[in-house]
Every structure is written in C-alpha cells, then in structure tokens.
C-alpha cells in the first residue's frame, strides 16, 4: 500500500469509496468472541500464535455489536440455535456469518439420529461461507476468512454482491 | 467386601416381596426390584452397617423395547413392554459393588425417587425423566434438564421415538 514507504507524508491518495471501504472491512473482520464444541477448539488455536488470526484483522470481540463476523464453531442445537439468533440479530451491518465444519453445515454426523441438532445454521441466520471438515484444522479456516474477504472486497455500495 | 449373593441374600431376608432375584453374569451382576420399594431397598443398602453403599455411581434409564412393536401411519410404535431403570452402587469403606435393577410399564412407568438416600441421583433422574419418560415419584423437582423446556417432541431415546416436523419454527429432520 505504500504506508510503509512513508508515501503519506506529503502526497494525497485517490481511491474509490467503494474500494477504500472495502480493504477497511476486510482488513478488520472482528469476530464474536463464540464457540460452541470441538471446532472452537480448532478456531482457538487458529486464534493462537502459530496461526494467528490477528494478521488478518481477526480479533475476538466479547460483544455482538463490536463485531463484524460470527463464525458459528461447532453442533448447533436447537436450544443454541435461538440465542445465535438473537446474537446474529444484535451485531451491526454489515455483518457477515462463517459455518465452519460440518454439524453447523449440514448436521454432520448428527444429521439421522441427532433429535436435538439443527441441520445447518443456514435454517436460522444466512451464511456467507461454509468451510468443510470435522473440525476443520486452521488452514482452512483461514482459507475460509480469504474466501470471505474476497467477497468483501468485491461489494459495491450500490449493489450487493452474491 | 461382600459377594453379590450375599448381598442378595441380605436384602432378601429383609425385603422379601421388593426384592426379585438375582441376575448372575460374569461383569456387573444385577438385583431386581420392585419400582415402588426402589427407595426403601436403598436406604437399607446405604445404611446397613455391613453394606454401607455410600455412593451411587451411576443411574440411567433404558427402553427395554420388549413390547409389541406395530407400524401406525408408517410410524413405529411400540406397545406393552418395559422402561428399566438400572443403579450402580459402591461402597467406599468396603469396596463392593452391585447393580439394582427395576422395571416399569411402558404405559405407566412410575419408580420412587432415591434422591433422598443419594443426592446426587436428583439430576440423573431428571435426565431419566426428560429422554424416557420415567416418572420419579417424590423427586424434589422433576423438569426436563437437557432438552428445551418447551419441547413437546416426546422422549428422544424411545425406540419408538419419531422426530418432529418443527420446532419453534425450525425444521427439525434433514
């Protein structure tokens, strides 16, 4: 970008709002401080010095409404299934939705005989993207953050990207 | 450290018609008993001073799924038959152990609650409770503790147990 290059201190720079605010928002995807069973685990370690998710401007927020992303981390219940509501509810636009492995994808392994699992996140709150594996270790969650930042990076005020 | 005979034969003698037989094989053999004595048998079992089983391991509750099984509009169901619940007990002065077992019916399955001979049977109960249908006579607070308090789906682990369509608005099979 230049910054380093001390380029600011006396030069104006000139870029579309469109894309200046979009490296903003990619660059600081905070998230919901959230987990819910063995890949929070996973998303922790992510979160940890050998992978470190703050290179990424990824940073565990204790509040929903400090928080750009909620990756949902593990089995979905239904019981949890209505406080992720709420949280995804109270967060602030625009707001993005990470499912990361495959119980808050489709069930997983409880998709036949889980009687208290959702079947999905996506049946409650919609998902920007999903990222397969039970748990998914921390390459790919990151793989999943590039994904996501890629989308953000293509919006546009005026029309919404898919 | 008492043999399960001779525990039996102890329990036996003191709770002739509570106490049914004793199940012999080679892990964990089993005392049946009667659902309704269930908490008298353990009071003497904890307090007896030869006995002494201060501690109840564990409780769970089991569909014996030993009724008539018929199909209703393509869903199983089963009728007649048991629902168990099994207590494993220990002793931690004498180190013995033994199981008890007792039988409801599937219709009506009433078992007294132990909860005041074992503290720690309250929860285990009430998970009895909330994913069979076992009703704890006597249980200080007897509410589902694992499934929402608004689920109205029946008893999960049922073998006869078919799923939901929704709940609160969220489909519930695949």
Redesign the interface.
């Known amino acids: 970008m230049g910054i380093l290059d001390k380029q600011f201190d006396d030069n104006i720079i000139i870029a579309k709002v469109d894309d200046l605010f979009n490296w903003a928002r990619l660059s600081s995807l905070w998230q919901v401080g959230f987990g819910l069973a063995c890949c929070a685990i996973e998303m922790m370690a992510t979160s940890a010095s050998h992978y470190d998710f703050d290179r990424f401007g990824v940073i565990p927020r204790p509040s929903p409404r400090q928080a750009d992303i909620i990756i949902i981390s593990g089995t979905v219940t239904f019981k949890m299934a209505t406080r992720i509501k709420r949280l995804y509810e109270q967060m602030p636009d625009p707001k993005y939705v990470i499912s990361m492995g495959s119980c808050s994808n489709c069930g997983g392994p409880y998709w036949e005989h889980g009687y208290h699992v959702l079947k999905g996140i996506d049946r409650v709150i919609p998902v920007d993207v999903y990222v397969p594996g039970c748990p998914p270790r921390p390459e790919a969650l990151l793989e999943g953050l590039l994904k996501l930042q890629e989308k953000v990076r293509n919006e546009s005020m005026v029309k919404k990207s898919a | 450290m008492k043999s399960a005979e001779e525990i039996f034969s102890l329990l036996k003698e003191k709770y002739n018609d509570g106490v049914m037989e004793l199940v012999k094989q080679p892990v964990d053999p089993y005392i049946t008993c009667d659902p309704l004595l269930i908490n008298h048998i353990s009071l003497f079992l904890m307090t007896h001073e030869e006995l002494l089983f201060d501690n109840l391991m564990n409780l769970s509750g089991v569909d014996d799924a030993n009724g008539k099984s018929a199909p209703v509009n393509g869903v199983n169901t089963i009728e007649g038959g048991t629902l168990s619940v099994y207590y494993h007990l220990e002793s931690t002065k004498f180190r013995h152990k033994i199981v008890l077992r007792v039988s409801a019916p599937r219709e009506n399955p009433e078992v007294e609650s132990v909860t005041l001979v074992w503290h720690s049977a309250d929860w285990h109960e009430r998970e009895a409770f909330d994913l069979l249908g076992i009703q704890f006579l006597n249980h200080p607070d007897l509410r589902r503790i694992?499934?929402?308090e608004d689920w109205e789906?029946g008893y999960?682990l049922r073998k006869d147990?078919a799923?939901p369509e929704f709940?609160?608005g969220?489909?519930?099979?695949?």
């Open positions: 694992l499934m929402p789906g999960p147990y799923n709940y609160r969220m489909k519930v099979p695949y």
